[in-house]
């Protein structure tokens, strides 16, 4: 048999065994019990509009305050890594080691409670200090991203910069960053996706009604209606949110691929 034969053989043989699984999950389904559980219409209406305008409008407002405060303490640690003075790159070394190794999930809860507890501090609103737990841990993998990003740039850049007299300060702000910050969009609009994912983490905090993102918002719905439509519900928000920007990050990808 030709090998461009056994090709198109296998290639039909997998297509096959994806429709006989298709088949299998079609039948074996209780439809019925989806369409209850899952898919209850009355109970999708009574989350709307609450759904968009208090929790997903939280999960927004956490993101960017997360993503504004890790993106400001990322260019701080990625600067002081590459510093030529040692207790700099140490100090940020061992952040940046630390905060991404932990569960943000543990860092969270530890703002959430174990700070209060430890100082008799609780500020208002609750959700502060989570949101700081999610900060210190975006600034570690952020703070990693810049520093990719700067050592990207050419050095030549940076010694014609150097050559037209510029200090090692101004030419790292007007020639290096902005090169760097235009090289790492994309990966940083992607860390904007794991941060929106990452709000979910919040409901720990026990938030205030007002102040629910979209997770805690279908946990008490599903609590108070028995049915897990809410999750569907909330599901479907994050997508809404996400996939435009996973779609956003793959075009600058492709546009910066043609670009070199």
Do not use: C, H
Not at 114 to 132: N, T
Not at 241 to 254: D, F, G, S
């Amino acid at each position: 048999m030709k090998r461009t034969t056994r090709t198109k053989v296998n290639r039909g043989a997998l297509y096959l065994l994806f429709v006989v699984l298709v088949l299998v999950v079609v039948l074996i389904t209780d439809w019925d019990a989806v369409k209850t559980n899952f898919l209850d219409v009355d109970i999708a209406k009574e989350q709307f509009p609450d759904v968009v305008t208090t929790a997903a409008k939280n999960t927004i407002f956490y993101t960017v305050m997360a993503f504004i405060g890790g993106l400001v303490l990322g260019l701080l640690l990625a600067l002081m890594k590459l510093s030529p003075v040692a207790p700099y790159r140490w100090l940020a070394t061992v952040y940046i080691e630390i905060f991404r190794g932990l569960p943000a999930l543990l860092v969270i809860f530890g703002f959430a409670f174990a700070v209060p507890i430890a100082f008799q501090w609780q500020p208002e609103p609750r959700y502060i200090l989570p949101i700081l737990g999610l900060i210190v841990v975006s600034a570690a993998y952020i703070a990693e991203t810049i520093r990719a990003g700067i050592q990207a740039v050419p050095k030549g850049q940076t010694e014609a910069a150097r050559s037209l007299g510029m200090g090692p300060s101004w030419t790292m702000i007007s020639v290096t960053l902005p090169q760097a910050f235009r090289i790492v969009i994309p990966p940083l609009t992607n860390e904007v996706v794991v941060l929106i994912k990452d709000t979910a983490l919040l409901f720990i905090a026990g938030m205030a009604l007002q102040d629910r993102e979209l997770t805690t918002f279908a946990r008490d719905a599903v609590s108070t209606s028995s049915n897990s439509t809410p999750l569907v519900i909330a599901g479907l928000m994050y997508l809404v949110v996400t996939i435009p920007l996973t779609q956003l990050v793959a075009y600058m990808e492709r546009r910066m691929q043609r670009s070199r």
